[in-house]
């Protein structure tokens, strides 16, 4: 089993930068990769970045540029930063890992973020 907890979320006016923090806990040795997913209201949940095991990253195209997925191994924590946030980043932000030999897939509670024009 693999806890995460996220924190981080909010307001901000378009242009504005966040943080989010995912912390993990449990099985944290059977992790293969964690990343980020947000789901706006009406819309599928979407992969927004993602970061492996190995330190291998991969992004979003909406979001390339501006948001940046990284890792505490000392922590068990990986961030997102978020920079030159847009009207339409506006969602729930989900934690994400997937875990052991059949990539089982674990889930924070999610974070709003909310980006004002």
């Known amino acids: 089993q693999v806890q995460l907890v996220e924190s981080g979320g909010g307001l901000v006016q378009a242009g504005g930068s966040l943080r989010l923090s995912c912390a993990a806990s449990g099985s944290i040795r059977n992790i293969n990769a964690m990343g980020w997913y947000r789901q706006a209201p009406g819309k599928q949940r979407e992969l927004v970045a993602a970061?492996?095991?190995?330190?291998?990253?991969n992004y979003a195209d909406s979001v390339k540029g501006r948001f940046t997925i990284s890792r505490d191994n000392a922590k068990n924590t990986v961030y997102l930063q978020m920079n030159s946030l847009k009207p339409e980043d506006t969602a729930v932000y989900y934690c994400?890992?997937?875990?052991?030999?059949?990539?089982?897939?674990?889930w924070g509670q999610g974070t709003q973020v909310t980006v004002s024009s």
């Open positions: 994400n890992a997937v875990a052991g030999g059949l990539g089982y897939n674990y």
């Open positions: 970061i492996t095991r190995g330190g291998s990253t």
